[in-house]
């Protein structure tokens, strides 16, 4: 069978992914704190038809002849750049101006966020829309409901609380970021969160860090990161995709032409 043929199949499979990721990037373009993918590939290994020779003599060198077999995905990529910042006026909506990552735990694994859109349950704890603790840099946040009369949260990440009485409630909890030396190598969870991976890198331990410090952004009360997906971006690149998809079909039909030619050679 002609080499070719496998060629434009690897194109079609590693077109196909591309396709499946811009449109997951498209899904979530309102999804808070979502960061988007993208798709690179390289070439497969060639197969070797002649080898590079050395000059001698007087003859020069002669390069090497190889017959490239397609290609294959090279890497599915997180892109960690930052949304932008929407307001919402909402004081327990949270965005990260900067580096790091919410830290948030369900009673046994620390998960990491930058959706900071917060809630309070019925005990006053801080948590995500799914139940998942918020963690402050001495456990979890909790604004007792039978104690506070309002609340605030800083730049910094200070929890501010006024009592019944309206003073200032004394030691105030801060929320904690966790930092990492290579962001892309968090993992996807689902829900907004990532899972820590042995190429992430998580700085401190435990990461006692808060906002504003060991190179962490700072917190911007009532308002939200929007995911970092570019529309305009992605459907041009949805285009390039379909494409190359079409191109590599072209092969297939191609090929398969120049073999019926050869069956019909015996006739």
């Known amino acids: 069978m002609l080499r070719s043929m496998y060629s434009g199949i690897s194109g079609m ?3 196909q992914t591309k396709l499946d990721v811009l449109g997951n990037n498209i899904a979530n373009v309102n999804t808070y704190g979502y960061k988007k993918g993208r798709t690179t590939f390289q070439d497969l290994v060639s197969q070797q038809v002649a080898g590079a020779t050395a000059p001698a003599g007087n003859r020069g060198g002669v390069n090497a002849k190889q017959v490239g077999l397609g290609s294959q995905i090279g890497t599915i990529d997180t892109v960690q750049t930052s949304g932008s910042i929407q307001s919402t006026g909402r004081p327990l909506d949270l965005a990260i101006s900067g580096d790091g990552y919410f830290v948030v735990n369900d009673g046994t694994t620390d998960y990491y966020t930058r959706a ?4 309070l349950d019925k005990d006053g704890y801080l948590v995500t829309g799914d139940g998942l603790f918020v963690q402050a840099t001495n456990g979890k946040i909790r604004i007792d409901p039978t104690t506070a009369k309002s609340y605030s949260i800083g730049a910094n ?3 501010n609380i006024v009592g019944l009485n309206g003073n200032m409630l004394p030691n105030p909890q801060t929320i904690k970021l966790a930092k990492f030396a290579n962001n ?7 829900g907004n969160l990532f899972v ?6 998580l700085v401190g331990t435990p990461a006692n ?5 060991s190179g962490t ?3 911007i009360s009532s308002a939200l990161e929007m995911s970092n997906v570019d529309l305009s971006e992605e459907f041009t690149d949805m285009i390039v ?3 190359g998809f079409q191109a590599n079909t072209r092969i297939i039909t191609t090929s398969d032409e120049i073999l019926q030619e050869l069956v019909n050679l015996k006739r």
């Open 241 to 243: 995709a379909q494409r």
């Open 217 to 219: 952004g700072t917190l």
């Open 209 to 213: 860090i808060t906002p504003g410090n």
């Open 13 to 15: 499979k590693n077109f």
């Open 196 to 201: 820590n991976t042995p190429n992430a890198g």
């Open 184 to 190: 892309e190598g968090l993992q996807k969870a689902g």
């Open 116 to 119: 900071g859109n917060f809630y």
């Open 157 to 159: 990440g200070t929890v």
